[in-house]
């Protein structure tokens, strides 16, 4: 998104993609080895206990013989980009300045494919610090579209995903995303908009709106992070990368009859957007 090597400078473009200057200097320390330890111990009772928050984390932790405060587990929480799940006045904050869009699910019945997908983000531990899983999911089937591994939580990765899903598998009548600000960035919204697709945001009163793309969260982290301990992002991209190939050729899912993403994406045929 930004070239270092333009005429214009760096600033300018930072100005004009409503992205923060400051962002763009940042060097990324790295994280303290019992840090680390103790986030991925954070990790996996989050998945379990979704509306668990920092007080309750801590007293889990503090169960395990680990000796720590609410505030530092608040602070860990916050650079996982994890956050409980429970209904809430619309405390979910974008950047300042960025649309938010309403929530467009609430009674609607998804039928068929190619109807509603979704997008989320989540942290995944590796041996040395974390990386982040991006990945579109077609609603109805459950079926994994797109899917990006980024060091960072910028927006790039999560462009890259959500240009993918339709070029692929054609253009869903509604978007949904939390109000995160990659997901709320002029940067993003502007890819469906022009391909003339519904953008909804999670907000008030949808506090179990992302609890699909959260069940695959849990399949992934579960199943294939957990038992490794990633050297490398491109030993990480790959490995994921066969782990959700199985999920979509053939991991059953009892909500599906039994079916898998695939076979349930399949059965009915997506009705593709017309150009």
């Known amino acids: ?8 400078p760096v600033g300018r473009q930072a100005e004009l993609q409503q992205l923060s200057r400051s962002g ?12 680390l330890a103790i986030m991925r111990r954070i990790d996996a009772p989050h998945l379990d206990y979704p509306f668990v928050g920092s007080r309750m984390l801590r007293d889990l932790l503090r169960g395990e013989g680990v000796a720590i405060g ?46 509603v997908s979704a997008m989320d983000i989540t942290c995944i531990p590796m041996a040395r610090g974390f990386v982040y899983l991006a990945a579109v999911v077609d609603w109805f089937s459950r079926r994994v579209l797109a899917r990006r591994l980024s060091i960072t939580m910028e927006v790039e ?38 391909n003339a697709i519904a953008i909804s945001m999670d907000g008030r009163g949808s506090w179990r709106a992302n609890v699909f793309v959260e069940q695959l969260w849990r399949s992934v982290k579960y199943e294939e992070v957990y038992p490794r301990a990633y050297d490398s992002v491109s030993e990480a991209r790959a490995s994921i ?12 899912h009892s909500s599906l009859d ?3 993403p695939d076979q349930a994406y399949i059965d009915d045929p997506p009705r593709l957007a017309a150009a």
Not at 81 to 107: C, D, F, Q, V, W
Not at 169 to 193: C, M, V
């Open 1 to 8: 998104m930004i070239d270092r090597g333009h005429t214009l």
């Open 24 to 35: 763009l200097y940042y060097e990324p320390r790295p994280v303290l080895a019992a840090d």
């Open 70 to 115: 609410r505030g530092r587990v608040a602070t860990m929480i916050r650079r996982m980009e994890i956050a409980a799940l429970y209904r809430r006045p619309n405390t979910s904050k974008s950047a300042p300045g960025h649309k938010i869009y309403p929530y467009l699910l609430r009674g609607l019945a998804v039928e068929r494919p190619t109807q």
């Open 157 to 194: 990765c999560c462009l890259e995903a959500v240009a993918e899903a339709p070029a692929r598998h054609g253009r869903p009548e509604i978007f949904n995303t939390d109000q995160g600000s990659q997901f709320t960035s002029a940067a993003f919204t502007d890819l469906p908009l022009e």
């Open 241 to 252: 990368g066969r782990c959700l190939s199985f999920y979509n050729l053939k991991r059953p």
């Open 258 to 260: 039994g079916r898998t």
